[in-house]
């Protein structure tokens, strides 16, 4: 880890937030574990000192609504995703929204962390089908996990029309930086969509060649 410090632009520690030079990124078409940049929102939580869980529930207001009747909250474990849902596998492209805004600061200032153009990565995810894969950063890995829409489909939502409805994410683990918690929502639409579509979301959970807790980024799940 130290050594991949060095080779990176550490623009802060506490949270860690770093990107290797640019050069770096066009060396192989994956980029290696080494190589991703590091975008953390707070400090990293081991799981293993923490367990891990994903926790599912409807606004209070949609219970009894005609589109999902009533449901009830449903937790799952980190081996609950692993071993109850079909893995899927994905390549894509994550990239940081702030990737270089560093030339943006040179035409106007603007708030947030300083990136140059490392803030992207080329990836293979591997996980548990949300339905789609969740593109948050730029670079190229092979993500494995579960599709968002297999978990939300076993909690009980159903096929049919969900426009104007919203899944909305949440991370309590620890407070953000400017905030208490992190949050960030996409249509329930898009979480619903059926493979092999554009877009397909993933509760990731592995990236290979390595894990994703290899990253100090998003760990477990991303």
Not at 34 to 55: C, D, E, G, M, Y
Not at 148 to 166: A, C, T
Request: proline share 7%; hydrophobic share 40%; net charge positive.
């Amino acid at each position: 880890m130290k050594e991949q410090r060095q080779a990176h632009l550490v623009h802060s520690s506490e949270p860690l937030n770093s990107e290797p030079q640019p050069r770096q990124l066009s060396f192989s078409f994956r980029t290696p574990t080494s190589t991703v940049f590091h975008r953390n929102h707070s400090q990293i939580v081991s799981p293993f000192k923490a367990p891990f869980s994903v926790s599912i529930s409807l606004d209070p207001f949609l219970q009894g609504n005609a589109a999902f009747g009533t449901l009830p909250p449903l937790e799952l474990g980190l081996a609950d995703l692993k071993t109850h849902f079909l893995q899927d596998e994905v390549l894509a492209i994550i990239q940081c929204a702030g990737n270089r805004r560093a030339e943006m600061n040179e035409v106007k200032k603007v708030e947030g962390l300083c990136w140059g153009r490392g803030a992207v990565a080329n990836v293979s995810w591997r996980g548990r089908p949300a339905c789609g894969v969740v593109v948050i950063a730029c670079s190229l890995f092979r993500f494995a996990g579960a599709l968002l829409r297999d978990v939300l489909s076993k909690w009980g939502v159903k096929k049919g029309s969900h426009e104007g409805f919203h899944c909305h994410f949440e991370c309590l683990a620890e407070p953000c930086e400017d905030a208490t918690f992190y949050g960030a929502s996409m249509p329930l639409a898009t979480a619903m969509r059926v493979p092999p579509c554009l877009g397909t979301i993933l509760l990731a959970y592995l990236a290979m060649p390595a894990g994703i807790q290899s990253f100090q980024s998003s760990w477990p799940t991303r």
